[in-house]
């Protein structure tokens, strides 16, 4: 059975100001989905399932799943902001989705096999989903998941500070610690970060999380259980979201999964912010014009 790639696109891009999830970015129009898509597809995934938010389903398959049904099998989950908890009678109301693990959770009933899961709006590069698409065709079991471990300096934007998962590995390049930090910026010469708890710097060499993991479709009851648990213990918190790399960590500590850590020195392309966006441009640009890309993507 081929994998699965689970793409998430709930996030309605607070930061950048749009729906940066179709924004233009390749010569004739594509957007970075696309790229990924076309990498997937060459990289042996037998499935695409976007997480979106249901009110925009349709102008996200008018730009989007419509020019690849013919590749590839697509499908959508949808990824709610209210919902309803055992116990929890009234939920405040919130103007964001509860976060990425929140989000791989809405594909629950869609995805039966092993699954990769990316940001719909980070460019990871062709070799990384190669490397996750092995992994789960020949390595995953419930207890043993894959993560692509970046550089942080290739994932950095000039533009602003981003939010990274600082991972420590141990000497067979398992995963050991995650942890989500955030506005990481390069400040002169060195990488700064600052938490609500902390601040401090980062060497450039640190490696990352770019939230690029492999699961089994076990994960999904671990998911579900902690997800009702986060939510009881935070629920009248409209901000906290459930992050990925917060779930794996705990379960890391606990010795309940193994992770090992695939290394990427893929350089990073995202539209985290609007500035961003000609500097993924003129990079998709040369990647066409040397080939490793058609133009156009999909053939018309």
Not at 231 to 253: G, H, R, W
């Amino acid at each position: 059975m081929k994998p699965a790639l689970l793409i998430l696109a709930a996030g309605m891009g607070n930061r950048f100001g749009s729906l940066k999830q179709i924004e233009p970015i390749g010569p004739e129009g594509e957007t970075l989905i696309d790229y990924t898509v076309f990498d997937a597809i060459r990289a042996g995934f037998g499935k695409i399932v976007f997480v979106i938010r249901e009110s925009f389903a349709s102008a996200f398959e008018e730009k989007i799943g419509c020019k690849f049904r013919s590749e590839i099998e697509v499908a959508y989950a949808f990824q709610p902001i209210d919902i309803a908890v055992e116990s929890i009678p009234l939920m405040p109301s919130r103007s964001k989705p509860w976060g990425t693990g929140h989000a791989v959770l809405a594909a629950k009933e869609i995805i039966r096999e092993p699954f990769a899961v990316v940001n719909a709006d980070d460019f990871y590069g062709f070799s990384t989903l190669k490397k996750i698409a092995g992994f789960l065709k020949q390595e995953v079991t419930p207890h043993h998941f894959c993560m692509a471990g970046f550089i942080l300096k290739n994932t950095l934007s000039e533009n602003g500070p981003v939010s990274r998962g600082v991972c420590q590995i141990d000497e067979r390049s398992n995963l050991r610690s995650v942890i989500e930090t955030l506005n990481i910026e390069r400040v002169g010469d060195a990488i700064h970060f600052k938490n609500k708890e902390m601040e401090g710097t980062l060497p450039e060499d640190t490696l990352v999380s770019m939230n690029c993991w492999g699961f089994h479709p076990a994960v999904f009851k671990i998911l579900e259980s902690q997800f009702n648990a986060f939510v009881k213990k935070n629920y009248t918190d409209p901000e906290i979201e459930f992050y990925i790399p917060t779930v794996i960590n705990d379960l890391i500590q606990q010795n309940a999964v193994k992770v090992t850590i695939l290394p990427s020195d893929e350089q990073w392309y995202g539209v985290t912010y609007k500035a961003d966006k000609p500097v993924v441009q003129k990079a998709i640009a040369m990647m066409v014009e040397n080939g490793l890309y058609p133009k156009p993507l999909w053939a018309k």
